[in-house]
C-alpha cells in the first residue's frame, strides 16, 4: 500500500495532468498555438464575442482581439476563400464551420482552392489552412444539420482529413493540424463535446497521419473513428464478457489511412470489421474496405463487414434517427459473425 | 508558352493550366478557373495586409490587392457576399470608405473561348496582328524546344508536406519509397 502511494505522488509530480472536456481541449490547442504563433488566427460565424456555437473559441476574442478572432457574415464560400487567400500570404487561420454541414457551400473553395492551388502554382504557394466544426449525427438535429462530410470530400486531392474522438487527441490534433504545411480538416463531433479525461500538461501533439490503438486483441480488428469508437468499446465489454477479444483501433487520420498500424492488425487477426457513422455508399468505411483488400488479402480470413448508417438522410424523430445510426447490438452481431 | 504546351519549363511544371497564373516572386497569387472564386481569395491577401499592421505591428506594411474579373463574374454570388465581408472585416477601423469597385469599359480581344466565335467583330487590325505573330512564334519556338515535365512531376507539389501521402504497410511515409520520387508509386 505504502509503495503504491509512492509511485501514485511521484507519477503525477513527474507527469502532470488536468481534467477537461474535450471542447475545452479544443479550446487549449487552440489558445496555444495562437500565442505560439501570431500568425494563427481563427474565422466564422460567431466565433468572436459568442465564442462559437460549441464554445470551443470562447474568451479568445477576449484576449487576442477581433481581428484574430474574427466573426464572419453568413457566407461560407467566400469567408473560407478569405482563409485561403489569407493563408497564401503568410497567416495561418482556422476556419470554424459552425455545423459541418454549412462547409458544403464552401466545396468550391475547399477542393478548387484550397486542395489544389499548391499544385497549380508549382508549389509556390502553400495554404496551411485548418478547417474545423462540428459534424455527425447529433439528438434530432434533422437532416441538413446531422451530415457527415468526410466522405464527400476524402475524394479531393491535396488536403488531409482527421477526426478527433477524446480530449487528448482533440488538442494534439488541433496543435499537429495547425503546425503542418498542408491544408487540414479537423472533423469534430457534435455529441462529444463534453467528454471529459486528464490531458498532460506538457505540450505534446498527435501525428496526423496515425491511427490509434484503442484496445489491443487477438479474434478481430474493429476499425472506427469520432463517435462511433464508443458504441464499439460498448459493444466491446459484451464480446469480452461473451469470450471474445477485439483489437479496437481509432483510426484517426481519414485521408490518408494509416496502413502500417491497419495493416499489422489486420495480419495478427485476419478478420476486419469497420463501423462508421458516414454514409454506406462511397463513404470513408468503402474506401478503407478497397485499401485492405488491395493491400492485404491474403491476410483475411474472411470478406471484410463494413457496418455504416444507413443511406437515407437523418430522420428528426429520435427512434428513427436512432435506427439509421449503427447500434452497439449491430456491433456484437457483426463480430460473431466473422468470428464463427 | 512553355506553360501552356505543359513543359517543365513552363511556371507550374506541367501541373497548371491555362488559367493558372502564379507568381510568388510578384505577388501574382493567381489565376481562377472558375473567376469568381480568387474575389474571396483576393479579400483573404487584403486581410492578411490588415492584419500585419494591426496584429502583428508591421506598421510598414502597404499592400494593396488588385483583383480582375469580367462582366459574366458580376452575377457570382461571392462577389456580393464579399462586398459585405469587406465592409464589416477589413473595413472597421477605416474612416467608411469601405472597398471600391473599379467599372473599366475595356477592349474585348476575342471571343470568351475557342467556342465563342466573335462575329460581331470590327476585322481591320491586320498589322498589329502581324507584330504579335511574331512575338508568338518566338515563344512557341522556345516552348517547342522545352523538354516535357518528367515522370515524377504529377506527384509534387500535392502537398506542402508530402507526409500527407500518408503510412504505407510497410511503416514507411510513402514519400519515402524511391518509386515515389520516380513517379511510379499510386497515391
Same mark, same amino acid.
Not at chain 1, 137 to 166: D, N
Not at chain 1, 193 to 214: F, G, Q, S, T
Not at chain 1, 302 to 310: E, G, K, M, T, V
Given at each position: ?15 502532470? %495532468? ?8 479544443? %479550446? ?10 501570431? %500568425? ?23 484576449? +487576442?482581439?477581433?481581428? *484574430? ?15 485561403? /487567400? ?15 454541414? +454549412? ?6 473553395? #475547399? ?27 447529433? %439528438? ?7 451530415? *457527415? ?8 486531392? /491535396? ?5 478527433? =474522438?477524446?480530449?487528448? $487527441? ?36 498527435? $501525428? ?32 469480452? $464478457? ?21 495493416? $499489422? ?5 485476419? *478478420? ?69 | ?89 477589413? /473595413?472597421?477601423?477605416? =474612416? ?12 474585348? !480581344? ?10 460581331? *467583330? ?5 498589322? #498589329? ?12 519556338? !522556345? ?15 500535392? +502537398?506542402?508536406?508530402?507526409? /500527407? ?23
Amino acid at each position: 500500500m505504502k509503495v503504491v502511494g509512492v509511485i501514485y505522488v511521484t507519477r503525477s509530480i513527474l507527469y502532470p %495532468r488536468h481534467e477537461l472536456l474535450l471542447f475545452e481541449a479544443l %479550446r487549449e490547442g487552440l489558445e496555444e498555438e495562437m500565442e505560439r504563433d501570431p %500568425r494563427v488566427c481563427v474565422m466564422g460565424e460567431d466565433v468572436g464575442h459568442y465564442g462559437g456555437s460549441y464554445k470551443v473559441t470562447k474568451g479568445l476574442a477576449t484576449k +487576442f482581439g477581433d481581428l *484574430r478572432v474574427l466573426d464572419t457574415p453568413i457566407a461560407e464560400n467566400s469567408f473560407t476563400g478569405m482563409g485561403i /487567400g489569407a493563408a497564401m500570404t503568410g497567416l495561418r487561420p482556422v476556419i470554424e464551420g459552425m455545423n459541418m454541414g +454549412f462547409l458544403l457551400l464552401a466545396f468550391n473553395q #475547399i477542393s478548387n482552392n484550397c486542395g489544389m492551388l499548391h499544385y497549380t502554382s508549382g508549389g509556390q504557394f502553400t495554404i496551411p489552412i485548418v478547417i474545423r466544426g462540428p459534424g455527425g449525427v447529433g %439528438r434530432q438535429l434533422g437532416a441538413e444539420h446531422s451530415q *457527415r462530410l468526410e466522405s464527400y470530400f476524402q475524394s479531393v486531392p /491535396g488536403i488531409q482529413m482527421v477526426a478527433c =474522438s477524446t480530449p487528448y $487527441n482533440a488538442k494534439g490534433l488541433m496543435k499537429a493540424a495547425l503546425r503542418s504545411e498542408n491544408p487540414v480538416i479537423l472533423f469534430e463531433h457534435v455529441l462529444l463535446y463534453n467528454l471529459k479525461e486528464r490531458i498532460p500538461d506538457e505540450d505534446y501533439i498527435c $501525428n496526423l497521419e496515425e491511427a490509434e490503438m484503442v484496445r489491443p486483441g487477438e479474434h478481430v480488428t474493429i476499425l472506427t473513428y469520432s463517435r462511433m469508437r464508443y458504441h464499439v468499446m460498448q459493444a466491446a465489454k459484451t464480446l469480452v $464478457n461473451k469470450g471474445y477479444d477485439p483489437e479496437v483501433i481509432d483510426i484517426r487520420s481519414l485521408k490518408p489511412f494509416d496502413l502500417y498500424t491497419i495493416g $499489422n492488425s489486420v495480419k495478427k487477426t485476419h *478478420r476486419v470489421l469497420i463501423v462508421e457513422e458516414c454514409m454506406r455508399t462511397g463513404g470513408i468505411g468503402a474506401s478503407l474496405t478497397a485499401a485492405i483488400t488491395e493491400n492485404f488479402h491474403d491476410y483475411l480470413d474472411a470478406p471484410i463487414i463494413c457496418l455504416s448508417s444507413q443511406d437515407v438522410p437523418t430522420p428528426y424523430a429520435g427512434r428513427l434517427e436512432e435506427w439509421t445510426v449503427v447500434q452497439p447490438a449491430q456491433i456484437v452481431t457483426a463480430v460473431e459473425q466473422l468470428c464463427q | 508558352m512553355s506553360k501552356l504546351f505543359g513543359k517543365i519549363t513552363g511556371c507550374y511544371r506541367g501541373q497548371g493550366g491555362s488559367m493558372h497564373m502564379f507568381s510568388r516572386e510578384h505577388n501574382v497569387l493567381g489565376g481562377f478557373t472558375f473567376i469568381g472564386e480568387g474575389i474571396p481569395v483576393a479579400i483573404g491577401a487584403t486581410f492578411t495586409s490588415k492584419y500585419k499592421r494591426e496584429v502583428l505591428k508591421e506598421a510598414d506594411c502597404d499592400h494593396v490587392t488588385l483583383v480582375f474579373f469580367g462582366d459574366g463574374t458580376c452575377n457570382n454570388g461571392q462577389l456580393f457576399e464579399l462586398r459585405e465581408v469587406a465592409k464589416e472585416a477589413i /473595413g472597421r477601423a477605416r =474612416s467608411g470608405e469601405g472597398p471600391t469597385l473599379a467599372k473599366c469599359d475595356t477592349y474585348r !480581344f476575342r471571343g470568351h473561348s475557342l467556342a465563342d466565335s466573335d462575329e460581331l *467583330r470590327d476585322p481591320d487590325l491586320k498589322a #498589329i496582328d502581324k507584330k504579335i505573330d511574331e512575338v508568338v512564334e518566338d515563344a512557341v519556338e !522556345f516552348a517547342d524546344e522545352s523538354p516535357v515535365p518528367p515522370r515524377s512531376q504529377p506527384l509534387e507539389n500535392v +502537398f506542402a508536406d508530402p507526409k /500527407g501521402f500518408g503510412i504505407g504497410p510497410d511503416g514507411r511515409y510513402k514519400c519515402e519509397d524511391p518509386k515515389f520520387t520516380k513517379g511510379t508509386t499510386q497515391v
